[in-house]
């Protein structure tokens, strides 16, 4: 595409290379899946560079550190705000053996050494956050900038690639659980007796969680609760900074932000601010916990999932041959971990270095507003770091106002319209058969699923797959936007297309979840496990044939959604 922007005209590509060419694509691959667990709504152009640059990156890089026998990573391409993405599959028989081979020493240090592999690798990211942060970007030079703005760069390359060696590693192990207990035990990851097995972990995200339901107990105890029911966060702060015990309350809460607060209020975008930059998210997440009343015991709710998981464990090994009951432990006490790990790494990778990008790209952004070059900090959402590179140096003698229009009225363009979630010659169930083929965990357990099957004797109104198990009935609450959450009640069903980290605090209300897209180890089917209510996921349409208020039954177990009555 070619805009002409006033004194420039250029060829533009979110990005360059990457951008999905029908022609040459389809020659490569016959498949390229919608990432709709990401890439809906559609990214903003400089996010979409990140992403599909450095997430492609880090999904090779793990797959070759760990020499995974079927799957070399996979490549990413970029369409009208999408991530599409193929997967690089191993098909000769001699290079699998040879991989195998590696890869039996290769995840070792997952079986053997998991807690100090992963801690390590949270030390190290916590380190390069803090270099990030000792640049001021209102108090750097423009050369300074450009210098933050590499480091950013190198650190988001960094993260994707222990995100990946990690997850690859992790969800390996998890997908040879599974099949371990198919063979041994009858079960895979959508029976309830596997669940038991696995949940009841604590993780950061948790731990955040549970810092706010005490922030909330706190605030209850010192009579502020109407202080920070005020409405928005301005007027909640004003109000607490009028009383002793509201000042003391608000360090808290702030420390707990700049501990703990480095996320977005969308795990794969960078256009919406961090709690750091706006505490409305966590402060209404509190409002929440206080409005749970005093019975609510957020511990308590902990404790008894671990105990269910430890006496789970107890049983199921009893039916274990003793020949067999040494390796089904060690692959046990690494999937019993996956679920934690998908939470928890996006608390320390994703949701923190994208707020470190945001950081960045609007800390340049204040500065090209000052020289005129833009007219708003997150006008470079719209434009892709070469440019940042071009312009930031001397910005005074630049004028990109053209171009971010032009920018600006895609983007909003694209969000009036569906992506497919399949580019290719096969049918979708031809694509996914490839993906199974594949065995990448990734694929298979976190971003496209397995496909729901249709049973026109069922009568369902939506026909999804198990996430957890369980029924429930209640009343649907369709929420498209985070900043909305503060609207789900107690006892209702969620609806939404995907949810992040930011969503698990209303999980400890609802009675369901219903997810447009999901598979097993994302994060609506981990979070619903936890909390012990069900979810179906992969319904597709569940956000535009549901309403706010129908009554609604979902089957978590058998993954059908029912309309019971209508709003």
């Given at each position: 595409?070619?805009?002409?922007?006033?004194?420039?005209s250029?060829?533009?590509?979110?990005?360059?290379?990457?951008?999905?060419d029908?022609?040459?694509?389809?020659?490569q691959?016959?498949?390229?899946?919608?990432?709709a667990?990401?890439?809906?709504?559609?990214?903003?152009?400089?996010?979409?560079w990140?992403?599909?640059?450095?997430?492609?990156?880090?999904?090779?890089?793990?797959?070759?550190?760990?020499?995974?026998?079927?799957?070399?990573?996979?490549?990413?391409?970029?369409?009208?705000?999408g991530?599409?993405?193929?997967v690089?599959?191993v098909?000769?028989p001699?290079?699998?053996?040879?991989?195998?081979?590696?890869?039996?020493?290769?995840f070792?240090?997952f079986?053997?050494?998991?807690?100090?592999?992963?801690t390590?690798?949270?030390?190290?990211?916590?380190?390069?956050?803090?270099?990030?942060?000792q640049?001021?970007?209102?108090?750097a030079?423009n050369?300074?900038?450009?210098?933050?703005l590499?480091?950013?760069?190198?650190?988001?390359?960094?993260?994707?690639?222990?995100?990946?060696?990690?997850?690859?590693?992790v969800?390996?192990?998890?997908?040879?659980f599974?099949?371990?207990?198919?063979?041994?035990?009858g079960?895979?990851?959508?029976?309830?007796?596997?669940h038991?097995?696995?949940?009841?972990?604590?993780?950061?995200?948790?731990?955040?969680?549970?810092?706010?339901?005490?922030?909330?107990?706190?605030?209850?105890?010192?009579?502020?609760?109407?202080?920070?029911?005020?409405?928005?966060?301005?007027a909640?702060?004003?109000?607490?900074?009028?009383?002793?015990?509201?000042?003391?309350?608000?360090?808290?809460?702030?420390?707990?932000?700049?501990?703990d607060g480095?996320?977005?209020?969308?795990?794969?975008?960078?256009?919406?601010?961090?709690w750091?930059?706006?505490?409305?998210?966590p402060?209404?997440?509190?409002?929440?916990?206080?409005?749970?009343?005093?019975?609510?015991?957020?511990?308590?709710?902990?404790?008894?999932?671990?105990?269910e998981?430890?006496?789970?464990?107890?049983?199921?090994?009893?039916?274990?041959q003793?020949?067999?009951?040494?390796?089904?432990?060690?692959?046990?006490?690494?999937?019993?971990?996956?679920?934690?790990?998908s939470?928890?790494?996006?608390h320390?990778?994703?949701?923190?270095?994208?707020?470190?990008?945001r950081?960045?790209?609007?800390?340049?952004?204040?500065?090209?507003?000052?020289?005129?070059?833009?007219d708003e900090?997150?006008?470079?959402?719209?434009?892709?770091?070469?440019?940042?590179?071009?312009?930031?140096?001397?910005?005074?003698?630049?004028?990109?106002?053209?171009?971010?229009?032009?920018?600006?009225?895609?983007?909003?363009?694209?969000?009036?319209?569906d992506?497919?979630?399949l580019?290719?010659?096969?049918?979708?169930?031809?694509?996914?058969?490839?993906?199974?083929?594949?065995k990448?965990?990734i694929?298979?357990?976190?971003?496209?699923?397995?496909?729901?099957?249709?049973?026109?004797?069922?009568?369902?109104?939506?026909y999804?797959?198990?996430?957890?198990?369980?029924?429930?009935?209640?009343?649907?609450?369709?929420?498209?936007d985070e900043?909305?959450?503060d609207?789900?009640?107690?006892?209702?069903?969620l609806?939404a297309a995907?949810?992040?980290?930011?969503?698990?605090?209303v999980f400890?209300?609802?009675?369901?979840?219903?997810?447009?897209?999901?598979?097993?180890?994302?994060?609506a089917?981990?979070?619903?496990?936890?909390?012990?209510?069900?979810?179906?996921?992969?319904?597709f349409?569940?956000?535009?044939?549901?309403?706010?208020?129908?009554?609604i039954?979902?089957?978590?177990?058998n993954?059908?959604?029912?309309?019971?009555?209508?709003?």
């Amino acid at each position: 595409m070619t805009l002409t922007t006033g004194d420039q005209s250029t060829n533009y590509s979110v990005v360059p290379g990457f951008e999905f060419d029908e022609k040459r694509d389809l020659a490569q691959a016959p498949y390229w899946f919608l990432d709709a667990t990401h890439s809906v709504p559609p990214w903003t152009p400089m996010f979409g560079w990140f992403w599909t640059q450095f997430c492609r990156h880090g999904m090779q890089y793990g797959a070759d550190a760990l020499s995974l026998p079927t799957v070399r990573g996979w490549d990413w391409r970029f369409r009208e705000g999408g991530g599409y993405l193929t997967v690089y599959t191993v098909t000769d028989p001699t290079e699998i053996s040879l991989r195998e081979e590696r890869f039996r020493q290769s995840f070792r240090p997952f079986l053997e050494s998991y807690d100090e592999q992963w801690t390590g690798f949270k030390n190290e990211m916590l380190g390069h956050y803090a270099r990030l942060k000792q640049t001021d970007p209102d108090r750097a030079s423009n050369f300074e900038l450009l210098a933050l703005l590499e480091d950013t760069i190198a650190v988001t390359r960094r993260m994707w690639e222990i995100h990946m060696y990690m997850m690859y590693g992790v969800y390996t192990v998890y997908l040879l659980f599974e099949d371990l207990c198919k063979d041994l035990l009858g079960i895979d990851d959508t029976s309830a007796d596997f669940h038991r097995l696995l949940r009841g972990y604590g993780n950061k995200v948790f731990e955040v969680d549970r810092a706010l339901w005490q922030l909330a107990r706190d605030a209850a105890d010192a009579d502020l609760g109407a202080c920070i029911s005020m409405g928005d966060a301005q007027a909640v702060i004003s109000a607490l900074e009028e009383s002793e015990a509201g000042r003391d309350w608000l360090a808290r809460f702030r420390g707990l932000l700049e501990e703990d607060g480095w996320r977005l209020q969308r795990m794969a975008e960078i256009n919406l601010p961090s709690w750091v930059e706006d505490p409305t998210t966590p402060l209404q997440i509190i409002r929440q916990f206080l409005g749970s009343g005093p019975e609510f015991d957020l511990d308590r709710k902990r404790e008894e999932l671990a105990a269910e998981r430890r006496e789970a464990q107890k049983a199921v090994l009893t039916r274990i041959q003793p020949a067999d009951r040494e390796w089904f432990s060690a692959l046990m006490s690494v999937a019993e971990r996956a679920g934690a790990f998908s939470e928890e790494h996006n608390h320390y990778l994703d949701l923190y270095t994208h707020a470190m990008i945001r950081r960045t790209v609007l800390g340049i952004g204040r500065r090209l507003v000052a020289a005129g070059t833009i007219d708003e900090a997150e006008d470079t959402l719209f434009l892709i770091p070469d440019e940042l590179r071009r312009v930031t140096g001397a910005p005074e003698f630049h004028r990109l106002q053209d171009l971010v229009r032009s920018r600006r009225a895609e983007w909003e363009s694209w969000q009036q319209k569906d992506n497919p979630p399949l580019l290719g010659t096969l049918s979708l169930d031809e694509a996914v058969g490839q993906l199974v083929l594949s065995k990448d965990p990734i694929a298979l357990k976190v971003v496209v699923g397995a496909m729901p099957k249709v049973d026109p004797e069922v009568h369902a109104d939506l026909y999804g797959v198990c996430g957890s198990p369980g029924v429930a009935e209640g009343i649907a609450r369709v929420i498209l936007d985070e900043s909305r959450l503060d609207e789900v009640q107690p006892g209702e069903i969620l609806v939404a297309a995907t949810t992040s980290p930011s969503w698990t605090s209303v999980f400890a209300f609802i009675k369901g979840v219903v997810v447009d897209r999901g598979a097993s180890l994302s994060h609506a089917a981990v979070v619903g496990r936890e909390y012990g209510i069900p979810v179906v996921m992969n319904v597709f349409e569940g956000t535009k044939k549901l309403q706010t208020g129908q009554r609604i039954r979902i089957d978590g177990t058998n993954g059908h959604v029912f309309v019971i009555d209508q709003a």
